[in-house]
């Protein structure tokens, strides 16, 4: 049985309480962050880290941070892609006018300004819920975009509200290389990661939870409803914020405001509905589906015969079928990836025994 825990017992509520309390989860976790972090970046090729892995890990983050309002506090929001704008326009704006402000420092600041605008828009939660809730955070997605080009100030006065990141540097090293892109994000985004499963099994994820389950009875227990969405909201858009400022200066370097569509807000949205709502390990597999399958379905494309399709329409038969799988996913595993992953873990469980 390769996931038996026989012999593993928790003898204090710290050794309880961890995150991967079996030693299988401990070594395959250190194995992976040791295989991210030492042999991809001397592995790895620019095509890799530029086109798959920093795209991949800043869409992670970003569905993550969606995930932890809508998955654990049951918050619907369609305004991901303009919070991701408000953070990287932000932290463009702070390390361009407070002189000697560090990267990360910006980073912190460009997701603490999204956090507020994402407090500003989830105000309506406190009043409305479901479609309605969607319609407002969907201002955000208008607004926001909107005065970024409206007001040249944010652009640093750009004609075409363009911003260009600065050189990437943290304590003297240059990371502006695309393995220093890719591990200046890889760190980020772990960190973030570890701070955002603390959380949801902080008391503060446990109320997320009980108010995503049912509101009133939530109230009933003493639990705060406008502290537990506003905090819901805030984290989400920190999350968010931090996302945005990596996709424009670690994976883009150059960005404007129209980049942060609605179709991007729809992207995170389908990263955390095929990975899987309510988990933490489902904003990467999801992340990563959003990420290779198209690439997948192009390299297939390649293999046809020449002239069997038109190039033309060779873009839209993909995200036909990119379309077509993604509801036939839903339709017949509805809880994401994850849930496949959780099954796999079972059945490990008891191998070689069926039952």
Known sequence: MLYTEAGQFSTTYAADRRVFRLRQDRIAIGALLAFAVVVVPLLGNDYWFSAILIPFLVLSLAGLGLNLLTGYAGQLSLGSA???????????????????????????????????????????????????LIVSTLAAQFLIPWALVKFGWFSDFNASGVITAPPLQIAGIDLGSPAGRYLLTLAIVIALAWLAGNIVRSELGRNWMAVRDMDTAAAVIGISLPKAKLLAFAISGFYLGVAGSLWAFTYLGTVEPHGFDLARSFQVLFIIIIGGMGSILGNFLGAAFIVLFPLLLSNLAGLLPAGLVDAGQLENIQKMIFGALIIAFLIREPDGLARLWQQFRARARRWPLRY
Do not use: D, W
Request: aromatic share 16%; no cysteine.
């Open 82 to 132: 303009a919070f991701m704008a408000a953070g990287a326009f932000a932290a463009y704006n702070f390390n361009l006018r407070v002189e000697g402000l560090p990267l990360l420092a910006s980073f912190g600041l460009g997701g603490v300004v999204a956090a507020l605008l994402s407090i500003v828009f989830g105000l309506p939660s406190l009043r409305i819920k479901g479609f309605y």
